[in-house]
């Protein structure tokens, strides 16, 4: 009598055979083949952690030194328009109606340094009557920052003894603006010197 059990005997083994795992899709979670996974070592993360302090302070150095830099340009700025802003003032005090050509015409070839324009000028600012060849510090501005920093600025007159000024006509004015600590002068920031004439001193012939 005929069977069929070896064809059910092979067809039990194909079914076995296709549910056997293939070599290399073995489960991760399988103890007994445990797949091998990558890291980084201790020195490897040390260097990475080392490459990462320095970066950060060398990028934090950089924006302090910015920072420095656009605070430094900050007050040269306002510095310059606090020493623009007097000397247009100082200006103003030398036009003819303040300072009259008729009253003063015999300044215009002096016999001394403190017979011409620039004395005259000089007295002006001074408010008193000043001689001598010696340079003369006018009264220190006070002046502060939008940063809040407090500055002084100093103005010194001085009549140069130049061969363009044979008649004591030109009075020069030198600027030193220095930012203060706590009561305690800084280093000066600003320095400039330039020069003025009154308006009736153009008209001498």
Not at 36 to 53: H, K, M, P, W
Not at 170 to 192: A, D, M, R, W
Request: with cysteine.
């Amino acid at each position: 009598m005929p069977t069929n059990q070896p064809q059910r005997f092979l067809l039990f083994w194909y079914r076995q055979w296709q549910c056997r795992p293939i070599l290399g899709d073995r489960d991760a979670t399988d103890d007994r083949h445990p797949v091998q996974t990558g890291g980084f070592t201790l020195s490897e993360v040390l260097l990475a952690i080392l490459l990462t302090t320095i970066f950060v302070a060398v990028a934090l150095q950089g924006m302090v030194v910015a920072m420095l830099l656009k605070s430094k340009a900050l007050h040269m700025a306002e510095a310059d328009r606090w020493v623009q802003a007097d000397l247009e003032q100082i200006r103003s005090q030398l036009t003819v109606p303040q300072l009259p050509f008729a009253a003063n015409r015999l300044r215009c070839h002096p016999t001394s340094i403190d017979l011409g324009f620039a004395d005259l000028v000089r007295d002006n600012l001074a408010g008193g009557n000043v001689t001598g060849i010696n340079d003369y510090p006018l009264a220190i501005l006070t002046a502060t920052s939008r940063t809040g920093k407090t500055f002084q600025i100093a103005r010194t007159l001085t009549i140069p003894l130049t061969p363009e000024n044979p008649d004591a006509k030109i009075l020069g004015i030198q600027y030193k603006v220095t930012p203060t600590n706590q009561g305690s002068l800084e280093l000066p920031i600003f320095h400039i010197y330039t020069e003025v004439m009154a308006d009736a001193a153009l008209q001498c012939q």
